[in-house]
């Protein structure tokens, strides 16, 4: 972090074929609302691949494809009000050519009251199918660096499948509480250059742009294509694993109440609710989750992210515990302990009975299911300190089981 001018880390995120790790920073200053975005490369033993500038820092940045991440750039526009860009960045320094883009803005959106776009997230949408034959994926062979360099120079899209741009906003308050969502259909990285307009379709323009002036914030700014207020500060959100549905973690107003100023939003409650929103439908769907809880004001809440596999739903909290729910029955199964706040909670994509907790307390723990723990062979551990900490939990069928009291009783060091 000395290296890049960071204060700290606060977002980590691995693109599709694990092979480059986007890194989310913020720069030092007390009261600086700029960041940036590290992408280091894997293969290369963590070669720093190139810095994006991020503000705010809490946009974090997310991946598009497997070579391109998305960030954000807030523009002052006047009092409380703002424009939000989102660009759309290759994950290299362009070095054989300076004709070459490395940069494209996909985005602005205007921001009142103090708001902006914060919390980026990309979902795939359902694959269209063609006399029955799902369309391919994108191919994820990483030969080269060059390969998404070469499709976006061609005829050929960026991506083939549409996507959903996914973020948080307000409307009434500088707070966030509502999800947005911008479809994104397939493009073009670098747009073929077009032949300049002939004089006489110049002066047609021109005459239709008479006929009706047009709205100059319609000109000027993207619609946003659906809002979802969550009547709460929403302080996590995350994608299940077919990017069907999204978690939220929100922490709730009180209900009827009347948002006198922009500057001073509703108090938040100290419980943490997660809502469910279908992205086919928009709605929101499922059961309620909550458990865990938070303790700090509206300016001084923590981020507190949430992982999402086929079978659970896990996140942090800030009572020092990291907490464990079915994803179907909505029943909490376990919570799991640490000594501060738990941050950032994360599933292994490839074993859902891996849990990973982060943790103010200086701590990654490490959980796993009884029966993994068994079968590996690895044997309770009293201390956390000497390794990362590892735990387990009672496994069957029907998924994990809590202790008698729905507690952690079922867990174990290993």
């Given amino acids: 972090m ?7 880390t606060q977002f ?3 693109n599709e074929s694990d092979t480059l790790l986007l890194v989310s920073g913020v720069h030092f200053g007390a009261n600086t609302a700029s960041g940036e975005i590290a992408v280091f490369n894997l293969q290369e033993e963590f070669v720093l691949q190139c810095r994006v500038l991020n503000k705010p820092y809490d946009i974090f940045g997310t991946w598009y494809t497997d070579h391109y991440l998305l960030s954000g750039k ?11 860009a989102v660009w759309l960045n290759k994950a290299w320094q362009e070095c054989e050519s300076e004709k070459k883009p490395i940069v494209k803005q996909l985005f602005k959106f205007f921001n009142k009251n103090a708001s902006s776009v914060r919390t980026i997230l990309v979902a795939n949408c359902e694959q269209p199918q063609v006399d029955g034959t799902p369309a391919p994926e994108p191919s994820s062979s990483l030969e080269d660096d060059d390969t998404d360099e070469d499709s976006a120079d061609n005829d050929d899209p960026l991506d083939p499948r549409e996507k ?5 906003t307000g409307s009434l308050t500088y707070a966030p509480h509502q ?8 493009f073009r990285f670098a747009e073929p250059e077009k032949e300049p307009p002939t004089l006489l379709q110049r002066l047609a323009e021109q005459q239709e742009a008479r006929r009706e002036p047009p709205d100059p914030l319609e000109q000027a700014f993207d619609d946003v294509d659906h809002l979802v207020d969550m009547h709460g500060h929403i302080i996590g959100m995350g994608l299940s694993p077919d990017h069907r549905y999204l978690y939220i973690n929100s922490r709730p107003w009180p209900q009827n109440y009347a948002i006198e100023h922009a500057l001073s939003p509703p108090p938040i409650a100290q419980e943490i609710d997660i809502h469910v929103i279908d ?15 938070a303790y700090t004001p509206n300016d001084e809440c923590f981020f507190i992210f949430l992982d999402v596999s086929e079978k659970y739903v896990a996140s942090g909290a800030e009572d020092k515990k990291g907490y464990l729910w079915d994803r179907h029955y909505a029943v909490c199964l376990a919570k799991l302990p640490h000594d501060d ?9 490839k074993d ?13 723990k490490v959980w796993r299911s009884r029966a993994q723990a068994r079968a590996l062979g690895l044997a309770p551990k009293v201390s956390m300190e000497k390794t990362v900490g590892s735990s387990s939990v009672d496994a069957s069928k029907s998924g994990f089981r809590p202790g008698p009291s729905g507690t952690s009783k079922g867990w174990q060091s290993v």
């Fill in 12 to 14: 980590s995120q691995f």
């Fill in 352 to 364: 859902p009975e891996m849990l990973v907790t982060a943790s103010d307390d200086f701590t990654l």
């Fill in 164 to 168: 959903l741009l996914i973020f948080t």
């Fill in 74 to 84: 807030l523009h002052f526009l006047g009092q409380m009000l703002s424009c939000s």
């Fill in 341 to 349: 706040v738990v941050n950032a909670v994360a599933f292994n994509p």
């Fill in 2 to 8: 000395r290296d890049l001018c960071w204060n700290y």
């Fill in 279 to 293: 992205l086919t439908t928009m709605k929101e769907a499922g059961n309620l989750l909550r458990s865990h809880r």
């Fill in 179 to 186: 999800v947005g969502f911008k479809r994104i259909k397939p």
